[in-house]
Protein backbone atom coordinates (compact mmCIF):
# COMPACT_ATOMS: atom_id res chain seq x y z
CA UNK A 1 0.00 0.00 0.00
CA UNK A 2 1.34 3.29 -0.83
CA UNK A 3 -0.43 6.14 1.38
CA UNK A 4 -0.04 10.02 1.59
CA UNK A 5 -1.54 11.17 4.28
CA UNK A 6 -1.56 15.33 5.37
CA UNK A 7 1.45 15.59 2.94
CA UNK A 8 3.06 19.12 2.66
CA UNK A 9 6.35 19.98 1.41
CA UNK A 10 7.53 23.50 1.71
CA UNK A 11 10.68 24.34 -0.78
CA UNK A 12 11.72 27.88 -0.40
CA UNK A 13 9.30 30.10 0.93
CA UNK A 14 6.68 28.59 -1.25
CA UNK A 15 4.12 25.77 -0.14
CA UNK A 16 5.27 23.23 -3.20
CA UNK A 17 2.92 19.96 -2.27
CA UNK A 18 -0.55 19.76 -0.33
CA UNK A 19 -2.02 16.34 -0.34
CA UNK A 20 -4.72 16.16 2.42
CA UNK A 21 -4.95 12.29 1.47
CA UNK A 22 -3.60 9.78 -1.16
CA UNK A 23 -3.93 5.83 -1.31
CA UNK A 24 -3.05 3.17 -3.47
CA UNK A 25 -4.20 -0.22 -2.45
CA UNK A 26 -2.59 -3.54 -3.26
CA UNK A 27 -3.89 -4.55 -6.64
CA UNK A 28 -4.75 -1.01 -7.49
CA UNK A 29 -3.04 1.06 -9.97
CA UNK A 30 -3.07 4.62 -10.09
CA UNK A 31 -1.77 7.71 -11.57
CA UNK A 32 -0.96 11.09 -10.34
CA UNK A 33 -0.71 13.28 -13.83
CA UNK A 34 0.50 17.21 -13.73
CA UNK A 35 2.86 19.26 -15.93
CA UNK A 36 6.29 20.54 -14.80
CA UNK A 37 5.42 22.82 -12.25
CA UNK A 38 2.70 20.75 -10.61
CA UNK A 39 4.39 19.63 -7.63
CA UNK A 40 5.50 15.81 -9.78
CA UNK A 41 9.07 16.96 -8.72
CA UNK A 42 8.87 17.12 -4.70
CA UNK A 43 6.29 14.53 -4.95
CA UNK A 44 8.70 12.19 -6.28
CA UNK A 45 11.54 13.09 -4.06
CA UNK A 46 9.33 12.21 -1.15
CA UNK A 47 8.37 8.77 -2.51
CA UNK A 48 11.81 8.04 -2.98
CA UNK A 49 13.13 9.15 -0.06
CA UNK A 50 15.51 11.90 -1.19
CA UNK A 51 13.55 14.71 1.40
CA UNK A 52 11.68 14.93 4.56
CA UNK A 53 8.12 16.41 4.25
CA UNK A 54 7.44 19.37 6.21
CA UNK A 55 4.20 17.83 7.42
CA UNK A 56 2.36 14.82 7.20
CA UNK A 57 3.81 11.31 6.18
CA UNK A 58 4.50 9.04 3.23
CA UNK A 59 4.55 5.13 3.59
CA UNK A 60 5.17 2.87 1.33
CA UNK A 61 3.60 -0.53 2.90
CA UNK A 62 5.16 0.18 6.66
CA UNK A 63 8.13 1.69 5.64
CA UNK A 64 8.92 5.51 5.65
CA UNK A 65 10.98 6.06 2.43
CA UNK A 66 13.56 8.48 4.11
CA UNK A 67 14.07 6.36 7.47
CA UNK A 68 14.65 2.74 5.89
CA UNK A 69 16.23 3.28 2.82
CA UNK A 70 17.13 -0.66 2.93
CA UNK A 71 13.58 -2.08 2.92
CA UNK A 72 12.53 0.61 0.91
CA UNK A 73 14.90 -0.76 -1.63
CA UNK A 74 13.80 -4.47 -0.95
CA UNK A 75 10.06 -3.57 -1.10
CA UNK A 76 9.85 -0.78 -4.37
CA UNK A 77 10.77 -0.80 -7.30
CA UNK A 78 11.14 2.32 -9.73
CA UNK A 79 11.25 3.36 -13.35
CA UNK A 80 12.78 6.48 -13.51
CA UNK A 81 11.86 9.12 -16.55
CA UNK A 82 15.37 8.30 -17.78
CA UNK A 83 16.04 4.26 -18.26
CA UNK A 84 19.71 4.63 -16.60
CA UNK A 85 20.54 1.92 -18.45
CA UNK A 86 24.86 0.71 -18.58
CA UNK A 87 24.57 1.51 -22.59
CA UNK A 88 28.20 -0.97 -23.21
CA UNK A 89 26.53 -3.79 -21.34
CA UNK A 90 24.33 -6.06 -23.01
CA UNK A 91 20.56 -6.33 -21.99
CA UNK A 92 21.21 -9.65 -19.82
CA UNK A 93 24.49 -7.90 -18.03
CA UNK A 94 22.41 -5.07 -17.01
CA UNK A 95 20.19 -6.90 -14.87
CA UNK A 96 22.78 -9.43 -14.09
CA UNK A 97 24.77 -6.62 -12.20
CA UNK A 98 20.81 -5.83 -10.44
CA UNK A 99 20.76 -9.74 -9.53
CA UNK A 100 23.90 -9.47 -7.69
CA UNK A 101 22.93 -6.44 -5.99
CA UNK A 102 19.80 -8.04 -5.00
CA UNK A 103 21.31 -11.41 -4.22
CA UNK A 104 19.00 -12.84 -6.94
CA UNK A 105 19.71 -15.87 -9.26
CA UNK A 106 21.47 -15.42 -12.05
CA UNK A 107 18.38 -16.98 -14.00
CA UNK A 108 16.29 -14.60 -12.69
CA UNK A 109 17.64 -12.13 -15.40
CA UNK A 110 16.68 -14.51 -18.30
CA UNK A 111 13.35 -14.98 -16.83
CA UNK A 112 12.88 -11.13 -16.65
CA UNK A 113 14.28 -10.79 -20.25
CA UNK A 114 11.48 -12.92 -21.41
CA UNK A 115 8.82 -11.24 -19.44
CA UNK A 116 9.47 -8.17 -21.53
CA UNK A 117 10.20 -9.68 -24.92
CA UNK A 118 13.43 -9.25 -24.89
CA UNK A 119 14.34 -13.23 -24.92
CA UNK A 120 16.12 -12.54 -28.09
CA UNK A 121 18.13 -9.20 -27.25
CA UNK A 122 20.02 -10.82 -24.28
CA UNK A 123 23.21 -10.10 -26.26
CA UNK A 124 22.71 -7.02 -27.42
CA UNK A 125 24.35 -3.95 -25.54
CA UNK A 126 21.91 -1.88 -24.32
CA UNK A 127 22.86 1.22 -26.23
CA UNK A 128 21.88 -0.83 -29.34
CA UNK A 129 18.21 -1.22 -28.58
CA UNK A 130 15.90 1.02 -29.81
CA UNK A 131 14.27 3.48 -27.25
CA UNK A 132 11.27 1.35 -26.74
CA UNK A 133 13.06 -1.75 -26.59
CA UNK A 134 15.48 -0.25 -23.94
CA UNK A 135 12.17 1.31 -21.77
CA UNK A 136 11.25 -2.55 -21.59
CA UNK A 137 14.65 -3.24 -20.20
CA UNK A 138 14.43 -0.38 -17.88
CA UNK A 139 10.92 -1.58 -16.75
CA UNK A 140 12.12 -5.42 -16.50
CA UNK A 141 15.14 -4.34 -13.97
CA UNK A 142 12.72 -2.25 -12.07
CA UNK A 143 10.39 -5.44 -11.30
CA UNK A 144 13.45 -7.84 -11.31
CA UNK A 145 13.11 -7.98 -7.34
CA UNK A 146 9.34 -8.95 -7.44
CA UNK A 147 8.36 -5.19 -5.44
CA UNK A 148 5.72 -5.44 -3.60
CA UNK A 149 5.12 -1.61 -4.85
CA UNK A 150 5.83 -0.04 -8.04
CA UNK A 151 6.84 3.57 -8.73
CA UNK A 152 6.77 4.38 -12.63
CA UNK A 153 7.90 7.48 -13.92
CA UNK A 154 6.06 8.08 -17.40
CA UNK A 155 6.45 4.26 -17.73
CA UNK A 156 5.23 5.08 -22.03
CA UNK A 157 8.21 7.69 -22.81
CA UNK A 158 10.13 7.18 -25.82
CA UNK A 159 8.10 3.68 -26.74
CA UNK A 160 6.39 2.41 -29.52
CA UNK A 161 2.82 1.18 -29.61
CA UNK A 162 4.00 -2.54 -29.39
CA UNK A 163 6.22 -1.87 -26.19
CA UNK A 164 3.33 0.85 -24.82
CA UNK A 165 1.09 -2.55 -25.20
CA UNK A 166 3.23 -4.50 -23.64
CA UNK A 167 4.25 -2.48 -20.54
CA UNK A 168 0.69 -1.94 -20.22
CA UNK A 169 0.04 -5.51 -19.69
CA UNK A 170 2.75 -5.93 -17.59
CA UNK A 171 1.86 -3.32 -15.24
CA UNK A 172 -2.26 -5.15 -15.13
CA UNK A 173 -0.81 -8.35 -15.00
CA UNK A 174 1.60 -7.02 -11.60
CA UNK A 175 -1.02 -5.46 -10.09
CA UNK A 176 -3.79 -8.60 -10.15
CA UNK A 177 -0.54 -10.56 -8.52
CA UNK A 178 -0.97 -8.10 -5.67
CA UNK A 179 1.24 -5.56 -6.75
CA UNK A 180 0.74 -1.38 -5.55
CA UNK A 181 1.30 0.48 -8.54
CA UNK A 182 1.71 4.23 -8.60
CA UNK A 183 2.87 6.13 -12.16
CA UNK A 184 3.57 9.73 -12.18
CA UNK A 185 2.71 10.99 -15.49
CA UNK A 186 2.56 14.78 -17.21
CA UNK A 187 -0.84 13.49 -18.59
CA UNK A 188 -3.12 10.41 -19.01
CA UNK A 189 -1.76 9.84 -22.38
CA UNK A 190 -2.31 5.92 -21.97
CA UNK A 191 -3.25 5.82 -19.10
CA UNK A 192 -7.20 5.95 -18.96
CA UNK A 193 -7.11 2.15 -20.35
CA UNK A 194 -4.71 1.15 -17.28
CA UNK A 195 -5.46 2.87 -14.36
CA UNK A 196 -8.56 2.68 -11.31
CA UNK A 197 -7.98 6.17 -10.43
CA UNK A 198 -6.22 9.33 -11.58
CA UNK A 199 -5.17 12.58 -10.16
CA UNK A 200 -4.50 15.81 -11.47
CA UNK A 201 -2.31 17.39 -9.86
CA UNK A 202 -2.23 21.72 -10.23
CA UNK A 203 0.57 23.72 -7.81
CA UNK A 204 0.69 20.96 -5.46
CA UNK A 205 -2.66 20.32 -4.84
CA UNK A 206 -4.79 17.26 -6.26
CA UNK A 207 -7.48 19.40 -7.81
CA UNK A 208 -9.71 16.02 -9.17
CA UNK A 209 -9.85 12.27 -8.61
CA UNK A 210 -11.26 10.62 -11.30
CA UNK A 211 -12.35 7.27 -10.99
CA UNK A 212 -11.38 5.74 -14.57
CA UNK A 213 -14.18 2.68 -14.26
CA UNK A 214 -17.14 4.83 -13.16
CA UNK A 215 -16.30 7.65 -15.92
CA UNK A 216 -15.87 4.93 -18.47
CA UNK A 217 -19.51 3.28 -17.34
Known sequence: MIELNHLQKVVGQTLALDIASLTVR?????????????GQDPLLDLLLGRTRPTAGSVRLGEVDPAVDRAAFSRQVGVL???????KNLSARANLAFQCRLYGLPPARASEVLARVGLADRGATRAGKLGSG????????RAILHRPQA???????????????????????????????????????????????????LEQ??????????????
Open 80 to 86: FGEDGLY
Open 26 to 38: PGEIAAVVGPAGS
Open 150 to 200: LILVEPFARCDEASISLIGRLVRDLAAEGATVLILAADDANLAPLCDTIHV
Open 133 to 140: LARRLAFG
Open 204 to 217: GRVRVSIDVKAAQE
